[in-house]
């Protein structure tokens, strides 16, 4: 039996999604990460990305300045550190040196966080205010991804779990189970 859903917690309805950590930089270059689950692939060429950050975001606002972001996928071993980095403000702590994360210098002045299994460095191709929150299209300049983790581009689920977020506070995992189509 179908149940009308709570148009508050709409977006609820739609997970799990694979919460990622976003590095942006102040004007000092100095880095801060957050963490999100609305993001999405827009187009393959050029490579497009979106992100979805709430206007609250003090990472909002260092994207919007510098222009660019670095998108970091996370393997569920660091959920501890996703969820610290999700439920604590850039503007009160220095979420790099709490959680132990370890940045590395990529293509841009953004840095990107060692420990990803993937990560796209993005140059701020659109942005648009949507609602309450920004909505900003990043162009993919560079990917990098750890070799170890994927069987040519797909990720091998074997050997890494990327870390997915269900919504309220709550994370998971993805099984070993696969099922092929040709």
């Given amino acids: 039996m179908k149940t009308k859903g709570d148009f508050d917690k709409f977006y609820n309805y739609g997970f799990p999604i694979q919460a990622v950590l976003i590095t942006s930089i102040d004007d000092k270059k100095k880095a801060n990460v ?17 992100i979805a950050v709430s206007k609250k975001r003090y990472s909002r606002d260092l994207i919007e300045e510098s222009g660019e972001f670095v998108i970091n996928f996370m393997p569920f071993e660091f959920v501890d550190e996703v969820d610290f980095c999700g439920t604590n403000s850039g503007r009160d702590k220095d979420k790099i ?25 993005c140059k701020v191709f659109k942005h648009e205010k949507i609602g309450d929150h920004s909505l900003f299209v990043g162009k ?19 050997k890494t779990s990327p870390c997915f977020y269900l919504g309220g506070g709550i994370y998971t995992k993805i099984s070993s189970y696969k099922k092929f189509f040709d």
């Fill in 140 to 158: 993919i300049e560079n990917i990098l991804y750890e070799s170890t983790s994927f069987d040519g581009n797909t990720l091998d689920i074997e």
């Fill in 97 to 121: 040196k709490e959680t132990g994360l370890t940045l590395k210098k990529g293509t841009l002045n953004t840095p990107y966080i060692k420990e990803s299994t993937a990560c796209f460095e």
């Fill in 34 to 50: 957050f963490t999100i689950a609305w993001h999405m692939p827009l187009s393959r060429y050029p490579p497009l990305i979106a």
